[in-house]
């Protein structure tokens, strides 16, 4: 789009009030406003269409997680996902490429998107509050964000999403910045860890207050690559919480892993080459990765 000149998803432009002003955003100018402001916005697809893709991702995950659900509610487990899933079952694919989700986001960034990552859930993450920055970020910044599928309707105790409004605009953070070194972070199981003192300690010096998002079967909640969220305790583990995360990069950019960005003199950024789930194939093929001079560098 030739209006996105700074390089930035157009939803965080300095220039944001002048484009809403011209109409850029067309029919999503509600949620892009919502999405300057609070780093999330919501989407509410209760057609037919949409809930029978819902239900059919769900009717294929019930077997899929018979086993382990029988060892979460025992508390043998960790709470079970499936990553990528798409590659398995075309019902996820189908809903990771939904035409209105894609089209919103296009409006919202100013690119072009494509899915990359799935990630499927019977039961709440109880996952710590956490920016997906760190994970999964791109040059220029910005251009990652995650899509949140409501498979059913969520209930308090099952331990439902929650998020920090305006957590978005807080620094983005990599290993270089918190000074860790490559050994620190292979040395740790779940290197996330490492960055959860300074996400709490965020939360308290900016005031950000959580939000719980008890959400209704179709719902979709797209938040912001810097928005802190992460997953309630589950006080009843016979409930279900069955969802579909989808994770999105956007076209013309490199693709990195913060987690793992050090000094240059430990290694510098790690560059990373992202399957396309529409195509099945990498972002970039060997040549255009050749011509970018990442050759060894590829995740």
């Given at each position: 789009?030739?209006?996105?000149?700074t390089?930035?998803?157009?939803?965080?432009?300095s220039?944001?009030?002048?484009?809403?002003?011209?109409?850029?955003?067309g029919?999503?100018?509600?949620?892009?406003?919502?999405?300057?402001?609070?780093?999330?916005?919501?989407?509410h697809?209760?057609?037919?269409?949409?809930?029978?893709?819902?239900?059919?991702?769900?009717?294929?995950?019930?077997?899929?997680?018979a086993?382990?659900?029988?060892?979460?509610?025992?508390?043998?487990?960790?709470?079970?996902?499936?990553?990528?899933?798409?590659?398995?079952?075309?019902?996820i694919?189908?809903?990771?490429?939904?035409?209105?989700?894609?089209?919103?986001?296009?409006?919202?960034?100013g690119r072009?998107?494509?899915?990359?990552?799935?990630?499927?859930?019977?039961?709440?993450?109880?996952?710590?509050?956490?920016?997906?920055?760190v994970?999964?970020?791109?040059?220029?910044?910005?251009?990652?964000?995650?899509?949140?599928?409501?498979?059913?309707?969520?209930?308090?105790n099952?331990?439902?999403?929650?998020?920090?409004?305006?957590?978005?605009?807080?620094?983005?953070?990599?290993?270089?910045?918190?000074?860790?070194?490559?050994?620190?972070?292979?040395?740790?199981?779940?290197?996330?860890?490492?960055?959860?003192?300074?996400?709490?300690?965020?939360?308290?010096?900016?005031?950000?207050?959580?939000?719980?998002f008890?959400a209704?079967?179709?719902?979709?909640?797209?938040?912001?690559?810097?928005?802190?969220?992460?997953g309630?305790?589950?006080?009843?583990?016979?409930?279900?919480?069955?969802?579909?995360?989808?994770?999105?990069?956007?076209?013309?950019?490199?693709?990195?892993t913060?987690?793992?960005?050090?000094?240059?003199?430990?290694?510098g950024?790690?560059?990373?080459?992202?399957?396309?789930?529409?195509?099945?194939?990498?972002?970039?093929?060997?040549?255009?990765?050749?011509?970018?001079?990442?050759?060894?560098?590829?995740?």
């Amino acid at each position: 789009m030739a209006l996105n000149l700074t390089g930035q998803p157009l939803v965080d432009r300095s220039d944001f009030a002048y484009l809403q002003a011209q109409g850029v955003f067309g029919q999503w100018q509600e949620m892009a406003v919502q999405m300057n402001r609070d780093g999330y916005c919501l989407l509410h697809l209760h057609n037919q269409e949409h809930l029978q893709a819902v239900e059919s991702v769900v009717s294929d995950m019930v077997s899929e997680f018979a086993d382990p659900l029988k060892q979460w509610e025992a508390g043998a487990i960790g709470s079970p996902r499936l990553q990528d899933g798409w590659k398995d079952y075309q019902s996820i694919r189908k809903l990771a490429l939904s035409p209105v989700v894609l089209d919103l986001l296009e409006s919202l960034y100013g690119r072009k998107p494509f899915a990359f990552q799935t990630l499927n859930f019977a039961v709440g993450s109880e996952q710590h509050y956490h920016s997906d920055a760190v994970h999964f970020s791109s040059y220029p910044m910005g251009f990652m964000c995650g899509v949140w599928f409501a498979l059913q309707t969520i209930e308090l105790n099952s331990g439902p999403l929650h998020y920090f409004p305006g957590s978005h605009r807080l620094p983005y953070l990599s290993a270089r910045d918190l000074d860790l070194s490559p050994e620190q972070v292979k040395a740790e199981q779940h290197p996330q860890v490492l960055f959860e003192p300074h996400w709490e300690e965020a939360v308290v010096t900016h005031g950000l207050r959580r939000e719980t998002f008890l959400a209704q079967a179709g719902d979709v909640f797209v938040w912001h690559a810097n928005l802190l969220h992460g997953g309630d305790v589950v006080n009843d583990r016979t409930l279900r919480r069955w969802s579909q995360v989808v994770h999105y990069f956007f076209d013309d950019c490199l693709y990195t892993t913060p987690m793992q960005n050090f000094r240059f003199d430990q290694g510098g950024a790690f560059v990373r080459n992202p399957l396309d789930i529409a195509t099945g194939t990498e972002r970039y093929g060997p040549a255009a990765w050749q011509e970018l001079g990442l050759v060894g560098r590829q995740a």
